[in-house]
């Protein structure tokens, strides 16, 4: 029977290959994973398994030891999953037009590239990584991360963790909030020395208060609508002022950075009201990002003196090109997984042929052993001293070693026409047991022996 290696399985749906309506069906919190990864993998005869699921991503990792092919079972475990916890189920059919399939060093790959960052919606977001994490702790509550898949994961995030390290694949923000902070520090160089106030508390509007900070500006100000929300996003950064609608004029007029991204549907910066603030700011640089749709500054302001007004589209250049440079990371990030994911696919192999080698080793060991005994049992060798005794089997031993060290090589590096695990199963073949004391010619090997005997004493007698 031709040898099997474990074989990772892995099957998906992702913002690439499914529309967000079959995701939110798809996407199963932990605490109703929690209870049902167990029961999934026996039922569906895996001897590992991990689910990772998210907003954007819902993927099942399984590994089995016995069959070769599992495509059948790796669908009908994904969809047994939604009707375990309760969903209404779907057409097999829809499931097979938004999901994809990879199997063997292909899954792999896939699982490493995914912890990497390197599939993600906007490429080289650390999220995915924490996710990940999250994924292989249920499982191993679950009892459903054996060996196998604990050793992937391992490798996984130690090869995410040198695409983050060895590319630039986290360096170029890749948000509207983010690009907002990056022009202004192109215009100011040194935002510590500047203040800023943001308008609006909304989430475009928290990520890019929360990376202006990391610039330690000389202030942060926030104005909403809803002062009970401006003082919530201050009280979360832990720095900064919040302030009352009433207040924005005021605020115009001595702050140097202002990014707005408020859901007001007319402009809440005219041209009028601006042209007189900048007369009382005396020709101080006034920097606006609008980075609201509606537009919340009116287009007009842009024309006044001392005033740069920056809006989404100018935005959008920034971050495409940021992106640009993520995907050029990606490319490097990519060659790291490749090599990292063939690594642990070698891995596997090995771990499957390892027992052969060592039954072979058994074999010739127990082999060299009788046929020592039987040796070293004839009167021609019954002067030999102990050492000289011990020498003949440390030769024998280092022999047997030499054999299974050859074996093991050319197993490990076959050649195109052939895979190792076939090798490893002739070698099971060939020598299936250790060498037992009656092999049906012991007769024979009795004559063959006392031949052997009588010309090694016409030798010596000759001498």
């Known amino acids: 029977m031709l040898l099997k290696k474990p074989k990772v399985y892995c099957l998906g749906a992702n913002h690439k290959s499914a529309p967000v309506s079959f995701r939110e069906f798809l996407y199963t919190n932990p605490d109703e994973l929690k209870g049902i990864l167990a029961d999934l993998a026996a039922c569906h005869g895996f001897k590992e398994i991990i689910v990772?699921?998210?907003?954007?991503?819902?993927?099942?990792?399984?590994?089995?030891?016995?069959?070769?092919?599992?495509?059948?079972?790796?669908?009908?475990?994904?969809?047994?999953?939604?009707?375990?916890v309760g969903k209404e189920q779907k057409e097999p059919a829809e499931y097979r037009k938004y999901t994809y399939y990879y199997e063997g060093l292909h899954a792999i790959e896939h699982v490493f590239a995914v912890a990497a960052s390197l599939d993600s919606l906007v490429i080289g977001e650390t999220q995915i990584t924490g996710q990940f994490k999250e994924a292989l702790s249920l499982a191993g509550h679950a009892k459903t991360l054996g060996s196998y898949l604990d050793?992937?994961?391992?490798?996984?995030?130690?090869?995410?963790?040198?695409?983050?390290?060895?590319?630039?694949?986290?360096?170029?923000?890749?948000?509207?909030?983010h690009a907002a902070i990056d022009l202004a520090q192109k215009v100011f160089r040194d935002l510590g020395e500047h203040s800023f106030l943001m308008i609006g508390a909304g989430e475009m509007a928290q990520v890019a208060a929360r990376y202006a900070c990391q610039y330690n500006p000389k202030g942060l100000h926030v104005v909403n609508r809803t002062f009970s929300k401006a003082s919530e996003l201050v009280d979360t950064l832990g720095v900064g002022q919040a302030h009352r609608w009433e207040e924005l004029s005021t605020l115009l007029e001595q702050v140097d950075i202002v990014i707005s991204s408020t859901a007001a549907y007319h402009p809440i910066i005219d041209y009028a009201m601006l042209k007189k603030i900048m007369r009382k700011r005396r020709g101080k640089t006034l920097f606006l990002v609008d980075i609201a749709i509606p537009r919340d500054i009116d287009a007009r302001c842009g024309n006044l003196d001392d005033v740069y007004l920056f809006e989404i589209d100018d935005l959008q250049k920034v971050v495409d090109n940021n992106l640009e440079e993520r995907r050029k990371a990606a490319d490097l990030g990519r060659t790291i997984v490749r090599r990292g994911a063939k690594i642990f696919d070698q891995w596997l192999s090995t771990v499957a042929i390892k027992p052969i080698f060592a039954n072979f080793r058994d074999y010739l060991d127990d082999l060299m052993k009788r046929e020592l005994e039987k040796t070293l049992g004839r009167s021609l060798f019954k002067d030999l001293s102990e050492q000289q005794q011990q020498a003949i089997e440390n030769m024998l031993s280092s022999l047997a070693g030499k054999m299974v060290g050859d074996a093991a090589r050319s197993i490990n590096n076959p050649d195109d026409t052939v895979f190792r695990e076939q090798l490893a199963s002739s070698l099971r073949m060939l020598f299936p047991r250790k060498v037992s004391e009656d092999d049906g010619s012991n007769t024979n090997d009795h004559q063959a022996d006392k031949k052997d005997e009588d010309e090694c004493k016409n030798k010596i007698i000759r001498i």
């Open 151 to 177: 050793r992937m994961a391992q490798e996984v995030l130690s090869t995410a963790k040198q695409v983050r390290s060895r590319t630039k694949i986290g360096e170029k923000k890749v948000s509207i909030s």
């Open 52 to 84: 990772l699921s998210t907003c954007n991503r819902f993927e099942i990792y399984a590994l089995s030891t016995e069959k070769e092919h599992c495509e059948d079972d790796v669908y009908d475990a994904y969809m047994s999953l939604q009707e375990k």
